[in-house]
Every structure is written in C-alpha cells, then in structure tokens.
C-alpha cells in the first residue's frame, strides 16, 4: 500500500543550540503520529551542520544531544505503525567543510559556495567515502523503510579534484560544457556509490 500521508522532519540544528531533545516525549510523538492520521515521516540522522543524532556514532553527534533522538523516533515510528524514513544531508556537512575545505564544491570563479549560507561538498573528492561510510553506519543500524538523501545534483564544480580528472578523462577545463559532463559522470557515479552500498 502507497503512504498516503507524508511528513518531513526539518531538523538543521547548529552544534551551538543546547539541550537538543532534552524536551522530547516518545509517548507523545508516538500519540500526535497516530492523531494525525500519518503513515510516513521522515526523521533525521544528520543534518546540514553535519551533526548526527543518536548516541553511538563513530561521526560527529551534535554536542549537546539530550538523548539518542534517532533511536527514539525511531522506535515510536514502529510503534505507532508509521513508516520511518531516515533522513541524511548529503551535499552540506558544515562539520566535515571546516576539516576539510579542500572538498569543497567550487564555481567557475574557484570560489567555495560564496552565496550560500551552507557549502556543498563535491562528491569527487574523498568526501564521497565518508559520506558512503556514514550511510553505511545508518543503514546498518536502523535498516529503515527509506533513506533520504537531500542536496545533490550536476552543479558544475571547479575544484582541483574534478579538473584533474577532466585533464585525465581527455576533457577541457576550460570548457563549460566538459564541466557539465564532468557533473553528470560525478552524480551519476554518486548514485551508482549510494545505490550499491
């Protein structure tokens, strides 16, 4: 049977804010899925400030979790009979873009994400391998309904991992175009990674 009615859980939480889930009543969410008539809900794991949100994490867990929320959720979402989706930001990871600004997606201008209040990772950099160990760890633990992976698409990116390449795959990088398809091969090659994992 197709869900019928479908929530998605925005949970961008910066590791600044203090007591994250302190508030949470399991009872009560458990109770306002059933009210509301839902049968699919999208919980988060990590967010855009790649924090995660479960206690036993080899990643980043948003330092003043109160609780292990995930797992939490999670468990109501069985409970209640409510499908649980697990939600992953994929392109942003503020956490993983300060460590490591050299996988950085960048404009034609070589610049890192000037007008965006979050920065994209480029999925050709060795990013792609964390991003692929953390799915794994979320998959592993909670076997969930569905993931879903948010902020990915064929951005052209000028990063010296993606020219390199294009230099190596006989493209131009001083052409457009060759970074279009550059893009494409790198999406196309992100889910090919994702789907196979």
Known sequence: MQDKRCVHLDFHTSELIEGIGAGFDAEEFKANLIKSGIDSITVFAKCHHGCFYYEDTKFFKHPHLSCSLLDEQVKACKEAGVSAKIYISAGFDEYTARQHPEWLWRNEKIQANPDSAFRRLCFNTPYMELLVAQTEEVVRKYMPDGVFFDIMADWPCYC??????????????????????????VLALYIERIEKM
């Open 160 to 185: 010296e991992y993606c020219q390199a390449e294009m230099v190596e795959k006989g493209l131009d990088p001083d052409s457009y175009e060759d970074h279009l398809q550059q893009a494409k091969d």
